[in-house]
C-alpha cells in the first residue's frame, strides 16, 4: 500500500460524519491538555457552546512565495558559504534556500490582529506542541513546521479566540507530521491528546482552513534545519559529503535545547530563522567561525547574539540535556527526535532576567 492510499484508507477510517468521543489511544506518554490557556470549551459542555468565528483572510505581501526572484548575481549568492557538492551548484542551492527564507514571512505583529490573545499564550501552546511531538516521537523538523505555519496563519487572520488557538496548534502539527514524518500519527491520535475538547471533524476543517490560508505553501526553511547545516558545515572534514551528518549529538542537543527555548519567546519572530540559528551558533563556536558558514556579517549577527545571551544564562542555570533513548528509533536519529524539558519555567526565568536589566538601567 502506498503512502497516500494509506492516508485515504484513514481518512476514510475517521469519516467525518461521525461526532462520537474519541476512543483512548496507546500514547507513549500521557499528555495533559491544554489548560493553561483557560479554553473556554475546556468550561463548558460542548453542547449549546457557540464555536469561535474564523475568518479566511487574504493573504498579505511577502505571507506567500512570491516575493522578489533574486538573481544570481545578487550579492546573498555571491557570498554563499557553502562547500562544493557533486550533486547541485552551490549557487543554486544557497539562493532558493535564501529565497525561501525572504518569501515565508513570519512577524511577532500578528499579536495586534488578535487582541484576545496574549504572547504567553503562544508560549504556552508551543510547548505543549513540543510535549505531544516528543510522546509521539515526532521529529524537530516536524514541531518546527507547525510553528511556522502557525505563527503564518495567525498573520493571515483577525481576532481569533483563546479558545481556538488548541484546534489551531494541533491542526498545524498534524499537518506538519504529514510532510515530514515517514509514519505520522493518526488523526484519531491527535484528536486524542486534546482531551476531548476537539474531535476529528473539527481537525480536519481547520486543516483545510489552514492550508487555503496559507495558500499550500507548506516547506519553508525553518530555524532547525538552518541550525542543521550551519552545525554541520562547521562539524565537516575536508574530503566528507555534507549530506552525511558527522557533528556530535551532545552538542546539537544543547544547541537545539537552546533554539526551543528562544522560540518559545514572541520576540524571536522579529528575526529571520537564519539569523536565529546563526546566534545559537555563535554561543557554541567562535563567532568568526559563524560569520563564514552563514554569510552573515557580525553587524548582523551581534544583536542576536546579545538579545540570545539571558536564555543561554537561564540553560546554564537548569543544567545540560542529555541524550534520550526511544522506542523504534535508531540511536545514530535520536538526536533529531523533539524532546521536552520545563520550558516554561526557563521562560519565567528569561523574562526576570530582563526585568532586572532594564530595572540596573533605569
Given at each position: 500500500m502506498t503512502r497516500q492510499s494509506g492516508r485515504l484508507q484513514k481518512r476514510s477510517e475517521n469519516s467525518p460524519g461521525q461526532k462520537s468521543k474519541v476512543t483512548k489511544q496507546n500514547t507513549r506518554k500521557k499528555i495533559q491538555p491544554l489548560s493553561k490557556l483557560q479554553c473556554e470549551k475546556n468550561q463548558q459542555r460542548r453542547e449549546g457552546v457557540a464555536k469561535?468565528?474564523?475568518?479566511?483572510?487574504?493573504?498579505?505581501?511577502?505571507?506567500?512565495?512570491?516575493?522578489?526572484?533574486?538573481?544570481?548575481?545578487?550579492?546573498?549568492?555571491?557570498?554563499?558559504p557553502l562547500p562544493p557538492i557533486g550533486w547541485g551548484s552551490t549557487e543554486d542551492v544557497w539562493l532558493k534556500m535564501v529565497c525561501r527564507e525572504q518569501s515565508y514571512r513570519h512577524s511577532k505583529n500578528f499579536m495586534q490582529k488578535h487582541p484576545k490573545i496574549q504572547p504567553r499564550m503562544r508560549s504556552i501552546l508551543l510547548d505543549w506542541l513540543i510535549e505531544v511531538s516528543e510522546a509521539y516521537t515526532?521529529?524537530?523538523?516536524?514541531?518546527?513546521?507547525?510553528?511556522?505555519?502557525?505563527?503564518?496563519?495567525?498573520?493571515?487572520?483577525?481576532?481569533?479566540?483563546?479558545?481556538?488557538?488548541?484546534?489551531?496548534?494541533?491542526?498545524?502539527?498534524?499537518?506538519?507530521?504529514?510532510?515530514?514524518?515517514?509514519?505520522?500519527?493518526?488523526?484519531?491520535?491527535?484528536?486524542?491528546?486534546?482531551?476531548?475538547?476537539?474531535y476529528e471533524d473539527e481537525i480536519l476543517k481547520m486543516e483545510l482552513i489552514i492550508l487555503k490560508a496559507l495558500g499550500w505553501n507548506l516547506c519553508p526553511e525553518t530555524a532547525v534545519s538552518w541550525l542543521n547545516l550551519y552545525f554541520q558545515m562547521a562539524s565537516m572534514n575536508t574530503n566528507s559529503d555534507l549530506l552525511e551528518p558527522q557533528f556530535p549529538q551532545e552538542a546539537y542537543i544543547q544547541m537545539t535545547r537552546l533554539l526551543d527555548l528562544c522560540i518559545l519567546n514572541i520576540n524571536s519572530l522579529d528575526l529571520q530563522y537564519r539569523e536565529l540559528a546563526a546566534s545559537v551558533c555563535c554561543h557554541f563556536i567562535q563567532q568568526e567561525t559563524v560569520e563564514k558558514i552563514s554569510g552573515l556579517s557580525k553587524d548582523v549577527l551581534q544583536p542576536c547574539v546579545n538579545w540570545m545571551a539571558p536564555f543561554v544564562e537561564t540553560l546554564g542555570r537548569f543544567g545540560q540535556a542529555t541524550p534520550r533513548d526511544f522506542a523504534r528509533v535508531k540511536k545514530e536519529d535520536r538526536h533529531n527526535i523533539q524532546t521536552h524539558t520545563d520550558y516554561m519555567t526557563m521562560l519565567d526565568d528569561v523574562g526576570q532576567k530582563e526585568v532586572n536589566r532594564t530595572r540596573e538601567r533605569l
Open positions: 469561535p468565528h474564523i475568518v479566511i483572510g487574504t493573504s498579505e505581501k511577502g505571507v506567500y512565495p512570491s516575493g522578489p526572484v533574486l538573481t544570481s548575481k545578487d550579492s546573498l549568492v555571491q557570498l554563499s515526532l521529529h524537530r523538523q516536524t514541531f518546527y513546521l507547525a510553528q511556522d505555519y502557525f505563527d503564518r496563519f495567525m498573520l493571515t487572520q483577525n481576532n481569533i479566540e483563546k479558545g481556538v488557538l488548541q484546534l489551531i496548534g494541533i491542526t498545524c502539527l498534524f499537518i506538519a507530521s504529514k510532510m515530514e514524518e515517514a509514519c505520522p500519527p493518526k488523526l484519531s491520535e491527535m484528536a486524542y491528546v486534546t482531551a476531548g475538547t476537539f
